[in-house]
């Protein structure tokens, strides 16, 4: 059964930081790159941060060098670590295959997500 479960949201002060999880089930998650993407109401979800397999990564500027995207591939989850949080980080939190992956945009499957509020 596929699925996504993203945790480790919650309510910091800025400056604090967090350490999101997202356990994945599905073979399609275990041979991709996966991304981290977070959502503002009202705005379309951003792609933040990306790992591949092989652990290579990217990140978007408005995170570069405060997150940092692993994966425990042994153990079928990425990890998210935000560090310096900002109160514009304040978003749902959700990993998924990149966007244009077949399989996502044909089956179009999300997780949860995980809320992270950040207090100024």
């Known amino acids: 059964q596929v699925q996504l479960v993203e945790s480790g949201g919650g309510l910091v002060q800025a400056g604090g930081s967090l350490r999101l999880s997202c356990v994945t089930s599905?073979?399609?998650?275990?041979?991709?790159?996966m991304g981290w993407y977070r959502q503002v109401p009202g705005n379309h979800r951003e792609l933040i941060a990306t790992i591949s397999t092989g652990g290579s990564t990217s990140y978007a500027d408005s995170v570069k060098g405060r997150f940092t995207v692993s994966r425990d591939n042994a153990e079928n989850t990425v990890y998210l670590q935000m560090d310096s949080l900002l109160p514009e980080d304040t978003a749902v939190y959700y990993c998924?295959?990149?966007?244009?992956?077949?399989?996502?945009?044909?089956?179009?499957?999300w997780g949860q997500g995980t809320h992270v509020t950040v207090s100024s």
């Open positions: 599905g073979y399609i998650f275990r041979i991709n790159t």
């Open positions: 998924n295959l990149l966007p244009g992956t077949d399989w996502l945009v044909r089956y179009g499957y």
